[in-house]
């Protein structure tokens, strides 16, 4: 089945700097790529995703890419802001008919002043 | 924006009793899951539901676990002899359909604690 490996576990930055956590799957059938951040006690919040017809795509701060061959992919925040703290957590949907999404480590970014 | 709603947000109760956590969907999606999350860890997945039937389910969705959409808009998790180790928080999610490129929508979870 479907493994997702993420990293780093935490990372911190300085705010206005740029944060990039990155993650790698196994099965190279997975085509969709969601990436969801989770506040202190609150539910996964959906924030870009990405299909595996396109190499990257870009929200405002946030982009991710995708690296099909190497089965790597990576979320990318650019001028990071206090709010952006939070626990991130890749996650892979296999295809071959699976019904749900496996997730990766999770990592907790803190954005210092 | 329309969201999947859970309640109760915390459900605390005694090992070996039996407890349901309840979520309404969104409401022109077709499928729905539970995932879990122990304190600290990843998000696990349980089980996804299509047509009133469980399309896939996990190792941790044993005998003690069931669903059901017992109306429209209701979808319930039953755990039938609660354990320690269920202590966590679980979320319920919904997506459009269950094709590989649909966005899973999730509400704010309920922490189920067993004392």
């Known amino acids: 089945g479907e493994n997702v490996e993420q990293h780093p576990s935490t990372l911190s930055v300085q705010e206005g700097d740029s944060a990039v956590i990155k993650c790698t799957y196994s099965d190279s059938a997975s085509n969709y790529f969601p990436w969801y951040k989770q506040e202190l006690g609150k539910r996964p919040q959906l924030i870009i995703d990405i299909r595996s017809n396109v190499g990257e795509k870009k929200d405002q701060r946030i982009a991710v890419t995708l690296n099909k061959t190497a089965k790597h992919f990576s979320l990318h925040i650019t001028e990071t802001q206090p709010e952006d703290s939070a626990v991130y957590f890749c996650?892979?949907?296999?295809?071959?008919?699976?019904?749900?999404?496996?997730f990766g480590q999770g990592t907790r970014l803190t954005i210092n002043p | 924006e329309p969201e999947v709603t859970q309640t109760p947000s915390h459900q605390v109760t005694q090992m070996g009793q039996e407890v349901i956590l309840r979520c309404v969907p969104i409401?022109?999606?077709?499928?729905f899951y539970w995932y879990r999350q122990i304190l600290g860890q990843k998000v696990e997945f349980l089980v996804s539901?299509?047509?009133?039937?469980?399309?896939?389910k996990s190792e941790i969705f044993d005998d003690q676990f069931s669903v059901e959409r017992p109306d429209g808009s209701n979808f319930t998790l039953k755990i039938r002899s609660t354990k320690l180790e269920d202590s966590a928080m679980y979320f319920c999610a919904s997506s459009p359909s269950g094709g590989p490129n649909q966005p899973q929508h999730f509400g704010d979870g309920t922490r189920l604690s067993i004392l």
């Open positions: 539901f299509y047509n009133n039937e469980i399309s896939e």
């Open positions: 996650a892979a949907y296999p295809t071959a008919g699976a019904q749900k999404l496996v």
């Open positions: 409401s022109n999606h077709l499928y």
